[in-house]
């Protein structure tokens, strides 16, 4: 009945069964048969019809004047109810770490939130590495989508991983070591080391056997976030330690080495606390790992 009505309506609006049945995407003769099931239902023509188009009847601007009004309840209706099933959605709070790779990464993921869940609100949230963690800690967060490696200390969170990397010595074209084919412990100090501020409590070993927090180098140049780091490298100011897997890193014009001697993992991940015992959320991360055939560590 509610299509026949909006037919209807945008017959009377539009003159002609042909402009009406392109605005609404359906055929002239679909259109037309559904206003003559009108027609017999209400017992009488709603358009006087030739071949220039369509006139409103008397009965047929009557009717026009009736079903506006359902029309305009029935839309403010759908309106209302769609505000509240908006409004009474589980929100969930997603951080992603910025320098993750858009393409590979970022974009599906936010994609899949998007389409495939349309039980929750999201509210994405673009972060900094340490930030991010911290916000995860202090339950500002219920998903983390970021980077770690394998001496972080995960006792207290759930991590399920996309994609495993080795760490690199990573230098800009700049940089006097670009001659190399590879390094060693003693280049390396002889350079200043181009560090991102991190928190030394979520290790899983002493800070002094930590890998960050012992590389070998000239001095620390300490950069606040990973943006800042990539700046002090094009301008040659040192080395940085990283895996090859944020973005834009094939547009960055640096040169990385297999990190001398001892290496370190490192993984994109997607993080959750384990205090979090929510089922729907559970049953989010479950569906995550089928669609994006995720690993835990």
């Known amino acids: 009945m509610l299509r026949k009505i909006r037919y209807f309506l945008k017959t009377a609006e539009a003159g002609s069964f042909s402009l009406a049945a392109k605005e609404e995407f359906v055929t002239s003769q679909a259109?037309?048969?559904?206003?003559?099931?009108?027609e017999e239902e209400l017992g009488g023509k709603l358009f006087y019809r030739s071949p220039k188009g369509v006139a409103l009847t008397p009965l047929g601007q009557f009717a026009r004047q009736k079903y506006s009004f359902v029309e305009q309840i029935l839309t403010e209706t759908t309106q209302s109810i769609k505000e509240y099933a908006q409004n009474n959605k589980e929100l969930l709070h997603v951080g992603i770490f910025a320098s993750l790779p858009k393409d590979e990464v970022i974009f599906p993921v936010v994609d899949y939130f998007l389409t495939s869940c349309p039980e929750y609100q999201f509210n994405l949230e673009m972060i900094e590495l340490e930030e991010g963690r911290l916000k995860l800690m202090e339950g500002k967060l219920d998903l983390l989508l970021t980077n770690i490696h394998e001496?972080?200390?995960?006792?207290?969170?759930?991590?399920?991983?996309?994609?495993?990397?080795?760490?690199?010595?990573?230098?800009?074209?700049r940089h006097p070591w670009c001659t190399k084919d590879s390094i060693t412990?003693?280049?390396?100090?002889?350079?200043?080391?181009?560090?991102?501020?991190?928190?030394t409590d979520h290790y899983t070993v002493l800070a002094e056997n930590a890998f960050y927090q012992n590389i070998p180098c000239k001095k620390v140049i300490n950069a606040r976030n990973f943006e800042t780091m990539m700046i002090l490298l094009q301008q040659a100011a040192g080395f940085a330690v990283f895996p090859m897997v944020f973005s834009n890193m094939e547009a960055a014009k640096v040169k990385a080495f297999d990190y001398p001697g001892r290496g370190l993992i490192s993984y994109t991940a997607l993080l959750t606390s384990k205090e979090n015992n929510d089922n729907r959320l559970q049953k989010l991360i479950r569906d995550l790992i089928d669609r994006f055939q995720l690993k835990t560590l």
């Open 31 to 38: 259109l037309a048969k559904q206003v003559s099931l009108l």
């Open 151 to 173: 001496e972080d200390d995960l006792q207290d969170f759930s991590a399920y991983i996309f994609s495993r990397h080795d760490v690199k010595v990573v230098v800009s074209a």
């Open 185 to 199: 412990e003693e280049d390396m100090r002889e350079q200043p080391f181009i560090k991102m501020q991190v928190g």
